[in-house]
């Protein structure tokens, strides 16, 4: 883990900053009642301990996740920063993973609003990791022809989820559209969450989440323990750093045993 720091240290300092920011949109004034009124869906634990995502209550298999959750919201409420892309070198990383686990754990601050979006269209997941169905897909939201209110299913009482309940036929054209823009600020507008988390694609699968970035204010990635290289890692965050902040590097899969005591 070490030489991992050290390594990206090293490359971070043979790239010039740039500074850029992405601040949010304006605020307005919430529509009365419109966070009150989305249906609330309950969780089965079953569900959740089968795909990993621990961090629903306070025990001992979320420490590492509320380490991360206060990590994560420190540096964001520092900057001023209320979007936050999560993705990854390659796929099969465990970025869902992370992104339940950090949109839950959240969910146990009690003056926070957070609300996950699914925006691995090709590859969508979270709907799987919660146990959440839908009848309408993503793009019938984006597109308008279904209003967020019947789609948005809030999971804790400070927590919603936008998932996208199959594979898009045709991702890029969604991730490429001016309406992106245009939903999110809207999403922002009418529910004023503090937090939003994106699930993005693997950095190095495509130009989706490229694409997507622009619409953040910072990005975590999540690389795999024994299976990424640090040369995927290194061109993952030269990607990432091309269009938003990069917040941090997550380690996941890595052995308790390889962790050295301080």
Same mark, same amino acid.
């Given at each position: ?158 927590? +919603? ?19 992106? +823009? ?81």
């Amino acid at each position: 883990m070490e030489k991992l720091q050290a390594a990206l240290a090293r490359a971070r300092s043979q790239r010039s900053d740039t500074g850029q920011t992405h601040p949010g949109p304006k605020a307005k004034p919430e529509a009365p009642g419109a966070w009150d009124d989305l249906p609330r869906v309950h969780l089965s634990d079953a569900t959740l301990r089968k795909h990993r995502v621990v961090s629903q209550a306070p025990d001992t298999s979320s420490a590492s996740f509320d380490v991360l959750r206060t990590k994560t919201l420190l540096q964001m409420q520092q900057n001023g920063w209320s979007r936050l892309a999560i993705t990854s070198p390659e796929s099969s990383s465990g970025k869902t993973t992370i992104a339940c686990n950090l949109a839950l754990g959240l969910g146990r601050t009690n003056n926070l609003r957070t609300i996950l979006f699914d925006f691995d269209l090709g590859d969508p997941s979270v709907h799987q990791f919660l146990g959440l169905e839908s009848r309408h897909s993503l793009r019938s939201i984006l597109n308008g022809r279904v209003p967020l209110s019947d789609h948005l299913q809030r999971v804790r009482e400070n927590v +919603g989820v936008v998932i996208s309940p199959e594979p898009e036929a045709d991702p890029n054209k969604l991730i490429l559209s001016d309406k992106i +823009g245009e939903f999110l600020d809207s999403v922002q507008d009418t529910y004023k969450p503090d937090v939003m988390i994106f699930d993005l694609p693997a950095i190095l699968g495509g130009d989706r989440a490229r694409a997507f970035l622009k619409n953040t204010d910072c990005a975590l990635i999540v690389a795999l323990a024994e299976k990424t290289r640090f040369n995927q890692l290194d061109v993952c965050e030269r990607e990432v750093a091309e269009s938003t902040n990069v917040l941090g590097v997550v380690l996941n899969g890595c052995h308790p045993s390889a962790v050295k005591a301080e």
